[in-house]
Structures are given as C-alpha cells and as structure tokens.
C-alpha cells in the first residue's frame, strides 16, 4: 500500500541555519511527490514538486527537494531559513490513482531568533 | 485570480444536526476534494469528484456525502453530525490531478 511518512513531527533551527525536513515514501512504482506548506490558519500551499528528470527540484522561496528512489526519499532542504519560514510542512504523494493525494503527517517548523 | 472559497469558514453544530460546507473554485478545474485535518493525522481524503455528478470516495466517506452540480461548486454535507466529525475541512481543486489549489478550511465544531 501507498505511504507517506514524516517522521518529524517538530523541528526547531535558528534563523539562518540550515534546515533538512524528511520525508519518506512507499510506492512500488515512479511517484508523483509534493511539498506543501500551511501557514497559520490557511489552506496548504504548493512549495515545488516532482514529477520525473533530475532528482533535484527547486521550489519557491528558495526551497528544494532531493529525491531518492533507492532510499525511497523526499527531502527538503533550505540553506538559510528566516523567522517567515514558520509554518507546517506536508509532504504529499500521488500518480497512484486517478489523482489522489496522500498526506504525511506534517513538520511543524519553528524559526528560533 | 486562482482561487479556491469555501464557505462558512467557522461552524459550530448540535449533534444531531445536518451541515452543509460549500466551496467553490472559478479556475474551471474539473476535480475538487475534500479532505479533513486533524492534529497529528495529516489531511484525509474524504472525497474526490472528477466533474460533475462524478463523485468517488477516498479513504474516509462514511459519514459524508458530496454533491457536485456545477463544475465550479462542490458541496460537503454530513447528516446528522457526530461529535467526531468536528475537524477543519479543507476543498482543493485541481486540472487533470495535478497541483492541488486548497482553500482556506472550514472549522467545524459538534457539541
């Protein structure tokens, strides 16, 4: 069966610092993979995605994504957050069926000052 | 402007009660969902239309049905609430699957 799992359910770094959120996934075939991100009482917001080609894609804000088919990853990475950076992340998986998505759990990333 | 609304944004309901949650996008996307958010959970999709009258259940349908009459409008209703439906929905619309445009959620609360 199709899985995402965040295994991260907090991450905190300081302003500036470089930041790795994890994601990984189960799915036998080649996987359509999302980051998300959802502000404070807001709905989600697509941060980039991947669909095929090079494994590293790039997002808004500065934010990219590596993905890894032999250890069955998605991480985002950012090299210098800011205190707006604040939010939770959802990473997402599709192309299995007909345009459904699932969720991870979410990362709640807070932005020490 | 691509816009997802969904409407009302806050609701409080007596057990028992039926609700009614609305969305509707002007992106002319031919699928909607709708999904529900609860801590720790992630999003569960609770249902996903393809167009007009054609409507499929996600992971999560008992208790909800759908309603999509105008590709624009897609209609949440649950008869009957139970306290264990209080959650925020979210409505996302999408072209062809794709990048999911999501609304701002509708906060439920069953006492």
């Known amino acids: 069966a199709q899985s995402v799992t965040q295994p991260d359910a907090r991450v905190t770094v300081s302003e500036g610092a470089s930041l790795q959120l994890r994601c990984k996934y189960s799915?036998?075939?080649?996987?359509?993979l999302f980051w998300y991100v959802q502000y404070p009482r807001q709905g989600l917001q697509l941060l980039l995605k991947y669909y095929s080609g090079d494994p590293v894609v790039q997002g808004v804000n500065s934010f990219e994504a590596e993905f890894s088919k032999s250890n069955s990853s998605f991480h985002l990475q950012k090299a210098s957050v800011h205190w707006s950076d604040s939010a939770v992340y959802f990473c997402?998986?599709?192309?299995?069926?007909?345009?459904?998505?699932?969720f991870g759990q979410g990362t709640k990333l807070s932005i020490k000052p | 402007d691509m816009k997802v609304t969904q409407m009302p944004r806050y609701l409080i309901k007596r057990m028992g009660e039926n609700v009614l949650l609305e969305c509707g996008q002007d992106m002319s996307h031919e699928t909607m969902y709708w999904y529900r958010q609860d801590p720790g959970l992630g999003l569960q999709l609770i249902y996903i239309?393809?167009?007009?009258?054609?409507?499929s259940e996600g992971d999560i349908p008992k208790g909800y049905r759908v309603s999509r009459k105008k590709r624009e409008h897609f209609s949440l209703i649950l008869d009957s609430a139970k306290t264990n439906q209080t959650s925020v929905y979210f409505c996302?619309?999408?072209?062809?699957?794709?990048?999911?445009?999501f609304g701002e959620g509708s906060r439920l609360i069953v006492v």
């Open positions: 997402a998986l599709g192309g299995y069926n007909q345009g459904k998505l699932i």
């Open positions: 239309s393809y167009d007009v009258d054609s409507n």
């Open positions: 799915y036998s075939a080649t996987p359509y």
């Open positions: 996302a619309s999408s072209l062809g699957g794709n990048t999911l445009y």
